[in-house]
């Protein structure tokens, strides 16, 4: 009896921690930036220069053991070094502080109320609320890492561009799989606490998928990328699974996503940071729509919002096909179809007009797989390709969407294909 309650309680206890989300947050404050290279002077004796160039060794083996481990499965209390990225000679200190309520928080923060925060410190605090919403609570149900950080950078008295002109991008949001990183000089505007709340949705989706984006410059060479990009086909897929999380999370993310497809940019593959801008979708080859996160973040909503049950079904052809870690979203495709074929057709016409029927036949079929309905679409394809993508165009008139080339996200550099943003 006694083994019979035990194996009870442990699977309930199983049960609802994969109901809820496990996260451990950490509230940072920035104290001080700190030189912690001294260039190399012509006149330096040789022994000077012999210390200076071990030090800088010395300083690049701490800096990716901070991010690449510290960050992410201990990050500890009290005052720690955050390293940068944009400027190897520099570091800040942080002061970092454990927070399990909203009291705590506050606390931290050095304030007693909500009201003496500035909005880039209120979307910090809007991320520790959300991390207890149901659109959470519905994205952890296929959680597997047991406890995720959130780091929550307050970099308030930093923000001066013109001081600290690394400061945006050091602290910019990311997930490395394990750990999230919110900043609040990226949401130090009215209404910034909403979109922090979305990227925190962003975010752990990212947590909850190992795939491998490309190993060589996923996001192009300037590592970083637009939500409206043309990137790689793995990296879209990624991207394009957090984007949707956030559009079933919320309309309006739905919306500025949807519009985002509409015109895209691509980066020169010899130039970092130089790009090729308002490229029309009706422009763009079908292997360029393929690599567009945009396009994939569409045709997993419409998965969803055209199937019944459509949510259940993309989560279930996710976690599935979670164990092949160079997916993409053929990948999925195929593995929904085989879930549900009595969905075959509509997934074929979703495809296909999402795409913008670009495709070549044998390239369609490659990508949703060869049945016999399948096949059978493609035979009867051209006459089921007028574009319907306008009935998805969700009435914009009373909601603001976000330009289309503005920078959502910045790749940390790591290498480490876990890691983004
Ligand atoms: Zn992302």
């Known amino acids: 009896m006694a083994l019979v309650l035990v194996s009870v309680f442990c699977f309930q206890a199983t049960k609802a921690s994969a109901l809820e989300a496990k996260f451990e947050f ?22 000077t220069k012999f210390k200076k160039t071990v030090k800088k060794g010395t300083n690049a083996v701490k800096r990716l053991w901070e991010k690449g481990v510290t960050r992410n499965i201990a990050p500890g209390e009290g005052e720690k070094t955050w390293y940068s990225e944009g400027d190897k000679n520099i570091a800040y ?17 050095g304030v007693k109320s909500e009201s003496e925060l500035n909005d880039g410190q209120k979307a910090l605090l809007a991320v520790f609320r959300k991390s207890k919403s149901q659109a959470i609570a519905d994205e952890a149900k296929i959680g597997y890492i047991p406890t995720v950080k959130v780091l929550l950078s307050d970099t308030t008295g930093f923000d001066d561009k013109s001081k600290y002109p690394n400061v945006t991008k050091d602290f910019w949001p990311y997930s490395s799989g394990l750990a999230i990183n919110m900043s609040s000089n990226n949401y130090n505007y009215p209404g910034g606490d909403k979109d922090a709340e979305s990227t ?12 491998f984006k490309e190993f060589k410059n996923p996001y192009g060479l300037d590592g970083s990328h637009y939500g409206n990009e043309i990137t790689g086909k793995r990296a879209a897929f990624v991207e394009a699974w957090a984007e949707y999380n956030e559009m079933i999370a919320s309309e309006d993310e739905a919306k500025a996503i949807l519009k985002r497809s509409e015109s895209l ?4 593959k010899t130039e970092a940071g130089s790009y090729t801008w308002n490229i029309k979708q009706e422009d763009c080859t079908a292997d360029q729509l393929m690599r567009s996160e945009a396009h994939l973040a569409k045709l997993l909503y419409r998965l969803t919002m055209e199937t019944d049950n459509g949510k259940e079904k993309v989560y ?10 160079f997916r993409d979203m053929s990948t999925l495709v195929k593995k929904f179809i085989k879930q549900n074929p009595g969905d075959t057709e509509v997934v074929c016409k979703i495809v296909d007009e999402v795409f913008l029927g670009k495709m070549t036949d044998e390239e369609f079929l490659d990508y949703v797989g060869k049945n016999d309905v399948t ?13 319907e993508n306008a009935e998805l165009e969700l009435d914009s008139s009373t909601t603001e969407v976000t330009t289309s080339n503005e920078k959502i996200n910045v790749e940390n550099s790591s290498g480490n294909p876990f890691s983004d943003d």
């Not at 454990?98 to 923060?109: H, N």
């Not at 925190?200 to 795939?211: G, I, N, P, Q, S």
């Not at 940019?265 to 020169?268: G, T």
């Open 200 to 211: 925190l949705v962003h975010e752990y989706a990212h947590c909850l998928d190992a795939t």
């Open 26 to 47: 950490y509230y940072q404050s920035i104290e001080e930036v700190k030189t912690i290279n001294e260039p190399i002077k012509e006149d330096d004796s040789l022994w």
């Open 375 to 387: 096949k059978a679409y493609v035979e009867n394809r051209g006459k089921n390709t007028e574009d």
């Open 265 to 268: 940019c691509e980066e020169s």
């Open 316 to 325: 279930k052809a996710f976690t599935s096909t979670r164990l092949n870690v």
């Open 93 to 109: 200190t942080v002061k970092r502080t454990k927070v399990t309520s909203e009291a705590e928080l506050l606390s931290a923060m």
